[in-house]
């Protein structure tokens, strides 16, 4: 274990792991990303969605940019990640969570490294919406490898899959990336096909992690969903071969 971080000190999360991102950041969701959507209580990190009316900070009239141009916000969340803190190329990556599987949430954790998007190779380990859960890679001129697993295959088997933990694990070396979840393999990348236009493979690079709860957009339509929602953290760890 090179790095984790067991969210066992009640309060803030740690700032040496974890920054915050500010406002309306990406793919027009609904929500407004603030740090008081975010903490720490029981062992476990919070990050609660909520439906409320919130001005946008970064407003400027007649912007064409709708992160500026949206003037304020029915919802806010968290989005934490560990940019320009903790970064890493290849490992094992775990992470024990609670997700909320309701259309109007979009939960997620996932990587980037650095540089321009998607050149610089985006990693979905765990991402639901719309009754689906993900596990994607992305590079290139916006070149995906995805899965989607439908959420009855779950309820199939745990009608309250929902209420419990789960685990979800990256696998990441020098040739594949393998996704899973509780154990079961839900997409493997082939990491000798994903190189972008200029001949460069972006997850032969540092990537950080990202943990979110989006609301919205591709989340499907909030409105009849009841707030607060949550999205928790047990622990996240990272392994790397001395």
């Given at each position: 274990?090179v ?24 793919n027009?969701?609904a929500?407004?990303?603030q740090e008081?959507n ?11 969605a909520r439906?409320?009316?919130v001005a ?16 304020h916000?029915e919802?806010?969340?968290?989005a934490?990640e ?7 190329t ?12 309701q259309?109007?949430l979009w ?5 980037l ?5 998607p ?8 991402e ?5 859960m993900?596990?994607?890679a992305?590079?290139?001129n916006?070149?995906?490898d995805a899965?989607g697993?439908p959420?009855?295959e779950?309820f199939?088997?745990d ?25 079961r393999l839900?997409n493997e990348v082939d ?9 460069t ?14 609301i919205?957009?591709?989340?499907g ?22």
């Open positions: 274990m790095w984790h971080d067991e969210f066992d000190r009640a309060g803030r999360p740690d700032s040496a792991n974890w920054v915050f991102e500010q406002g309306f950041i990406r027009k969701e929500q407004i990303y008081p975010a903490w720490v209580e029981g062992g476990h990190l919070v990050i609660e439906r409320e009316r946008n900070p970064r407003f400027k009239a007649g912007s064409s940019d709708w992160r500026l141009g949206w003037d916000a919802y806010t969340s968290a934490l560990t940019r320009h803190l903790r970064d890493w290849y490992g094992r990556f775990e992470f024990r969570a609670k997700i909320d599987p259309k109007g939960p997620a954790i996932w990587f490294g650095y540089g321009p998007w050149m610089n190779g985006e990693i979905d380990l765990m639901f919406y719309q009754q689906t993900h596990a994607n992305a590079w290139g916006n070149t995906w899965v697993v959420m009855k779950f199939n088997k009608a309250k899959w929902g209420e419990k933990w789960h685990v979800w694990r990256m696998d990441w070396d020098a040739d594949w990336i393998r996704l899973y979840q509780d154990g839900l990491l000798s096909k994903t190189l972008n236009a200029d001949g493979n972006p997850f032969h690079q540092p990537h950080f992690i990202l943990m979110n709860l989006a919205g957009s591709t989340g339509d909030p409105k009849d969903l009841s707030f607060p929602r949550r999205m928790e953290l047990d622990w996240a760890r990272v392994y790397q071969l001395r």
